[in-house]
């Protein structure tokens, strides 16, 4: 069975990669086919014997063009856990200026807020075009949803951190809730 994606066409190098790299890493490390069409964005990928990981290498080309590094997004296929998940801004923003703001409020100043967001749930975000990604295990993209949504409604960046804090701290005990001690 084939699947198809379509991706920004300024990101069809990136899957690509040097010289090929990045298309024939993925090829290999799956099993997959993967026919790329430069001109139109469109990414056919084929696993004869797989559904499943045909999903997962659907979800790695849509996470790079989403705007993750191929590194980063290729840790999909070694974690079946991890999700992406991408979210529309273009429901929120009526305008161009307006998206700029939006945008602008999630990574916040030098990047602070994206990056606080990614240390303390673990999760990976990028933000490009009209779209905010989200690399992480279910409950994290869920934190990291519920804080996007907190700026998009304009809270404040403070109570975005008490809110990411809380919700570390809550992480942190179900984690060492989960592992045995003898």
Do not use: W
């Not at 993925?26 to 797989?50: H, N, P, R, W, Y």
């Amino acid at each position: 069975m084939t699947q198809y994606v379509k991706i920004p066409k300024e990101r069809v190098g990136v899957i690509i990669g040097p010289k090929g790299e990045t298309k024939k890493l993925i090829e290999d490390k799956t099993a997959c086919q993967l026919e790329i069409d430069s001109e139109s964005g469109k990414v056919d990928i084929t696993c004869e014997e797989d559904p499943l990981k045909e999903f997962r290498v659907l979800e790695t080309i849509k996470a790079i063009g989403r705007g993750f590094s191929p590194e980063k997004a290729l840790e999909l296929l070694d974690d079946e856990m991890l999700m992406l998940e991408v979210i529309d801004l273009s429901d929120v923003a009526n305008t161009p200026k307006e998206l700029q703001r939006i945008k602008g409020r999630i990574i916040g100043r030098n990047g602070r807020t994206r990056e606080l967001a990614e240390t303390l749930i673990n999760v990976k975000i990028s933000v490009y075009g009209k779209t905010v990604s989200v690399l992480g295990h279910p409950e994290q993209n869920t934190i990291i949803r519920t804080a996007i949504r907190m700026l998009l409604d304009g809270a404040t960046h403070g109570a975005v951190y008490k809110f990411l804090e809380k919700k570390h701290q809550e992480l942190l005990q179900s984690q060492l809730g989960s592992v045995d001690f003898y």
